[in-house]
């Protein structure tokens, strides 16, 4: 059996191990004669399952008592949906940041809900930095600033957390959580789709301070209320339990390396070599601004687009995989998640080291 490296910007790699185990796992869980997507959820083994995965994710992130973590489904698109209508209700008005094709499409999303303040745009450059503070147009009488700390398409990552005073501050963390640590406390509202740099796809993680729960518009339904789920340990329904056993492995695994310290170390070695070869080439090329440039998704040209075809067929045939960028930006993309090993990495830099050698 080879592996690839696979730069798919989601569902990603998961480390080699987590699937080691699960497939170790999977007929029957620690003598329970069962694989854990046959449990009940609410049977004391998943349980266990679940309170171990929280306890671990609260440990990581250290993520305070006052708030609650949720285990949802719907993705991070359900999310955009989920923010105003949990936390626009008291002004009616909310603060967006528009940095890239996510916050655009959660920004679409909250004006079916509320007014949407772009407090901050960089459509007209497209899309290739992040806003300073001193840029940002704050309304004060918003009820939270929505932004999305690393634009998974445009690899444009915030060097900085947005101030924004007493106004919550809600983050789309989908591709950068556990990338390294955060202080959970500067947030409102974090969530994230599990199937970049969590698990895999099916399981949306909510971190929310627990005075902002509760506060739902009326109609607001009971699946997409942030209090339904707090209130029954995000078991109202059926959870996604084998996403949440498996995002469960990966916080062990994420333990086992020294924690998200220990993680940032790698991923920030992994990015400044890969930008390194970008900058030091005459034939690729990187268009984000060096302050901006995310560590987990990392967009290039080629010299002559002509060659995008042939660099994707060479690179795949060397194990390296889903390296086209998104279609709205056309180009590579290599994104290089927790899982992504620094020998996958190396490996792209000497391919396309020797790409350029051959065709730059
Ligand atoms: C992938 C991604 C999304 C969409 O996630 P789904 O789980 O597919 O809904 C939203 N925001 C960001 C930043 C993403 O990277």
Not at 8 to 37: I, N, T
Not at 145 to 156: A, M, R, S
Not at 299 to 317: M, Q, R, V
């Amino acid at each position: 059996m080879a592996r690839v490296f696979n730069f798919s910007a989601g569902p990603a790699m998961l480390p080699e191990a987590v699937l080691r185990q699960a497939r170790e796992e999977m007929l029957d869980w620690r003598g329970s004669g069962m694989s854990v997507m046959e449990m009940s959820h609410r049977g004391k083994e998943f349980m266990s399952i679940a309170q171990e995965a929280e306890a671990d994710l609260r440990s990581l992130l250290g993520i305070g008592d006052d708030y609650k973590v949720l285990f949802l489904q719907g993705g991070a698109s359900t999310q955009f949906a989920m923010v105003p209508l949990n936390l626009a209700g008291r002004t009616g008005k909310a603060d967006y940041l528009n940095t890239g094709s996510w916050s655009k499409k959660a920004i679409g999303e909250a004006k079916r809900f509320c007014t949407v303040n772009v407090a901050a745009s960089t459509q007209d450059t497209k899309y290739t930095r992040a806003p300073a503070q001193a840029e940002l147009n704050l309304d004060p009488g918003a009820a939270y600033l929505h932004y999305t700390p690393n634009e998974t398409i445009e690899g444009v990552e915030f060097p900085y957390i947005p101030d924004t005073g007493d106004i919550p501050l809600v983050a789309d963390m989908s591709s950068t959580i556990l990338s390294r640590p955060i202080d959970v406390s500067r947030y409102g509202l974090i969530y994230a789709g599990a199937q970049k740099n969590v698990g895999p796809a099916g399981l949306t993680l909510v971190m929310v301070r627990a005075d902002l729960v509760g506060q739902a518009m009326a109609q607001t339904p009971a699946m997409l209320d942030y209090a339904v789920h707090a209130e029954n340990g995000s078991m109202y329904n059926t959870p996604p339990t084998y996403a949440w056993y498996l995002a469960g492995l990966v916080f062990k695994w994420l333990k086992d390396l020294g924690g998200l310290e220990a993680m940032a170390a790698v991923n920030q070695r992994k990015a400044d070599r890969l930008y390194a070869a970008i900058d030091g080439s005459g034939f690729f090329r990187n268009p984000v601004d060096p302050a901006c440039r995310s560590w987990m998704n990392v967009p290039f040209t080629l010299g002559n687009p002509e060659l995008d075809a042939t660099f994707l067929s060479e690179a795949k045939k060397v194990g390296l995989v889903t390296l086209q960028g998104h279609r709205s930006v056309g180009g590579m993309r290599a994104s290089i998640y927790n899982a992504m090993p620094e020998e996958g990495v190396r490996t792209l830099i000497d391919f396309m080291q020797d790409f350029e050698r051959r065709y730059g």
